[in-house]
């Protein structure tokens, strides 16, 4: 969950990026530099969701970055 959580807002802050004309930058960042967006205690170890999480942005913002 939070590789598909992670990778949605990496793709939106591409888009934003994007429109912006921003640099590339795929760490998450402003309203997602929390890592734990979208977390419930019913998905497990937070940690665990946190890394899942980056790495889903990380994929979503290069995604959407080529895409936009």
Same mark, same amino acid.
């Given at each position: 969950?939070?590789?598909?959580?992670?990778?949605?807002?990496?793709i939106?802050?591409? *888009? $934003?990026?994007?429109? &912006? !004309?921003?640099?590339?930058?795929?760490n998450?960042? @402003?309203?997602?530099?929390?890592?734990?967006? /979208?977390?419930? *205690? $019913?998905?497990?170890? &937070? !940690?665990?969701?946190?890394?899942?999480?980056?790495? @889903?942005?990380?994929?979503?913002?290069?995604? /959407?970055?080529? *895409?936009?």
């Amino acid at each position: 969950m939070g590789y598909r959580t992670g990778f949605q807002a990496g793709i939106s802050q591409a *888009r $934003e990026d994007t429109y &912006k !004309n921003k640099p590339f930058n795929a760490n998450p960042r @402003g309203k997602y530099d929390d890592r734990d967006h /979208g977390y419930r *205690r $019913e998905y497990g170890d &937070k !940690n665990s969701y946190k890394a899942q999480y980056s790495d @889903g942005y990380r994929a979503g913002y290069e995604s /959407g970055f080529r *895409r936009y």
